[in-house]
T-cell receptor, first 110, second 115 residues
Framework: LAKTTQPISMDSYEGQEVNITCSHNNIATNDYITWYQQFPSQGPRFIIQGYKTKVTNEVASLFIPADRKSSTLSLPRVSLSDTAVYYC???????????FGRGTSLIVHP | SQTIHQWPATLVQPVGSPLSLECTVEGTSNPNLYWYRQAAGRGLQLLFY??????ISSEVPQNLSASRPQDRQFILSSKKLLLSDSGFYLC??????????????FGEGSRLTVL
């Protein structure tokens, strides 16, 4: 599995777009990139998953460049409720051993 | 629909006492199951995972153990708790045997305080 590196923390304001970048220089050909969101005293919750280019769902977009050595989670128009820790994971089909890093603590200010 | 349950939700235990946390998944079969621990202000540490009944893989050597007596049951145990065992324990599952992608589904968590 790819080892991932993310910023420890980020600050933003309501209504702004937030981009969180994850570095995964050693990503393998079969690895997908998955992002999770975690609120205090809860388990992480799946946000989005992708392999390359751009993936968009109702809550976020995921950008993965051609070299796949990084990925960027984009949260449009954040609100206070988006204050949480965000994790990126490398994942591979078959034997799946999801390993979380420290994540990025996002604080959204009024 | 698939659901995952953990219990107890909260417990306070003295040092040296035993521990048993249970996790049950419903609505699926042959899931991959995982135990994580999250210390205060830290990320999630993978403790154990299981791909089938009786199959346990340990990621971190410590005084904890895990068992999978049934397909959808995963138990985390300790014979003697340490202060450092305090934390938020999370059970998770993913559909087993998948050659593609999957998302982890987490239980509600069990908060353990060792005094």
């Amino acid at each position: 599995l790819a080892k991932t590196t993310q910023p420890i923390s980020m600050d933003s304001y309501e209504g702004q777009e937030v981009n969180i970048t994850c570095s995964h220089n050693n990503i393998a050909t079969n690895d997908y990139i998955t992002w999770y969101q975690q609120f205090p005293s809860q388990g992480p919750r799946f946000i989005i998953q992708g392999y390359k280019t751009k993936v968009t769902n109702e809550v976020a977009s995921l950008f993965i460049p051609a070299d796949r050595k990084s990925s960027t989670l984009s949260l449009p128009r954040v609100s206070l409720s988006d204050t949480a820790v965000y994790y990126c994971l490398g994942s591979r089909g078959g034997s799946y051993i999801p390993t979380f890093g420290r994540g990025t603590s996002l604080i959204v200010h009024p | 629909s698939q659901t995952i349950h953990q219990w107890p939700a909260t417990l306070v235990q003295p040092v040296g006492s035993p521990l048993s946390l249970e996790c049950t998944v419903e609505g699926t079969s042959n899931p991959n199951l995982y135990w994580y621990r999250q210390a205060a202000g830290r990320g999630l540490q993978l403790l154990f995972y299981s791909v089938g009944i009786g199959q346990i893989s340990s990621e971190v050597p410590q005084n904890l153990s895990a068992s999978r007596p049934q397909d959808r049951q995963f138990i985390l145990s300790s014979k003697k708790l340490l202060l450092s065992d305090s934390g938020f324990y999370l059970c998770a599952w993913i559909r087993g045997g998948s050659l593609g992608l999957g998302e982890l589904f987490f239980g509600e968590g069990s908060r353990l305080t060792v005094l």
